[in-house]
């Protein structure tokens, strides 16, 4: 049960790395920056880039409504750009099964396991999902806990307040959807941070691909670069909630 625990660890790491990757390189540009197209005329315009639809549909809330276990997972990073490359450590890493019908969980932070590790990656400190995340699930259904989640981080509660990133789908295939709105989650990063300019800052999520005929989120995530003196930082936050089988205890959706 414990070398199960430990490679399903691994492999949310490998994966959120790959994400943060991404992340870094996607998701730092400023909000603000157009596309430019001619108009066949010979002059230039700017490329209209908001468009309000519904993403995220109410019958992917109900998913979350209908489902009773999940794993959420909430990971924040710095990332400080040297001459030698980038140097990154993880601020948090917090792992937990939810079981809302038993109103149970099973929360781990990974935070010390990971700056500990020589390859292997140990288990990590239990603690209390409310001491984990700032929330009770208590009494909640899974969208009412989900939407909970993005209010304590910051992220905008307008879901389709948002642009899609043509940009990133071309170059890497996801489907990010970019908040045309300033959303908390910047300041909730740059906390107690001494900042003397913010470079770029991106606040978005990806879609996954269409499973029942609904489309989940399957992460929220969020970074914002900036210079300290002569160091340029950049503060990441990656926060997602999977739906998990109630029967066999497997991943059915990303959410």
């Known amino acids: 049960m414990k070398n199960n625990s430990i490679f399903m660890m691994f492999l949310v790491v490998l994966a959120i790395t790959v994400v943060f990757a991404l992340i870094v390189r996607v998701c730092v540009i400023d ?7 001619t108009d066949g005329k010979g002059s230039v315009q700017p490329a209209i880039l908001k468009e309000k639809v519904e993403v995220i549909s109410d019958d992917a809330w109900k998913e979350y409504e209908n489902a009773d276990k999940f794993v959420v997972e909430l990971v924040e990073r710095t990332t400080i750009e040297t001459e030698r490359g980038f140097e990154t450590e993880y601020d948090r890493y917090i792992v937990s099964d939810v079981d809302l019908k038993n109103q149970t969980d099973d929360t781990k932070d990974y935070h010390d396991a990971l700056l500990e590790s020589d390859g ?6 239990k603690l209390s999902f409310k001491d984990a995340f700032g929330i009770s699930y208590a009494g909640k259904n899974g969208r009412e806990l989900y939407e909970s ?4 981080y910051g992220f905008g509660e307008d879901f389709n307040d948002v642009t899609f990133d043509e940009d990133t789908n ?3 295939g996801q489907n990010l959807y ?6 908390d989650v910047t300041d909730y990063l740059l906390e107690g941070e001494v900042v003397d300019e913010i470079v770029e800052s991106k ?8 499973t029942g005929g609904v489309r989940l989120p399957e992460y929220f995530s969020a970074s914002v670069r900036y210079k300290a003196g002569d160091q340029v930082i950049t503060k ?7 739906i998990m089988d109630s029967k066999e205890g497997e991943e059915v959706v990303d959410a």
């Open 31 to 37: 909000k603000h920056v157009k596309d430019e197209v």
């Open 120 to 125: 292997e990656i140990d288990e990590g400190v």
């Open 149 to 152: 989640l993005l209010k304590q």
């Open 170 to 172: 071309k170059l890497t």
């Open 178 to 183: 970019v908040f045309n709105e300033k959303n």
């Open 203 to 210: 606040v978005c999520y990806q879609l996954g691909d269409e």
């Open 236 to 242: 990441s936050l990656y926060l997602s909630v999977l």
